[in-house]
Nanobody
Framework: EVQLVESGGGLVQPGGSLRLSCAAS????????MSWVRQAPGKGLEWVSS????????SYAESVKGRFTISTDNAKNTLYLQMNSLKSEDTAVYYC?????????WGQGTLVTVSS
């Protein structure tokens, strides 16, 4: 069964850091581009970041560039999102997804709340 399971969300103060993880199973993780997408309360989906199948090319939304870092550990079949200098507007459910423009597999999401 193809599956993505996110973890690492929680409550953090503005300016703080969190690292999200996404454990993949049921497919060849290292051959697939992966993405992070978020949904803030009451808003639509927003693409955050992507990494190509080889792990060498990354891209970021302007709103997170310089603060977030996407990476993979192919030995662990895991995708990461290191989030630094968090702001209240980063509050959202974060989803990992397989693919770039039209992700075909999604995780269940993990909630990140940035608040003092």
């Amino acid at each position: 069964e193809v599956q993505l399971v996110e973890s690492g969300g929680g409550l953090v103060q503005p300016g703080g850091s969190l690292r999200l993880s996404c454990a993949a199973s049921g497919f060849t993780f290292s051959s697939n581009a992966m993405s992070w997408v978020r949904q803030a309360p009451g808003k639509g989906l927003e693409w955050v970041s992507s990494i190509d199948g080889g792990g060498g090319r990354t891209s970021y939304a302007e709103s997170v560039k310089g603060r977030f870092t996407i990476s993979t550990d192919n030995a662990k079949n895991t995708l990461y999102l290191q989030m630094n200098s968090l702001k209240s507007e980063d509050t959202a459910v974060y989803y990992c997804a397989r693919g770039l423009y039209y992700p075909d597999v999604w995780g269940q999401g993990t909630l990140v709340t940035v608040s003092s």
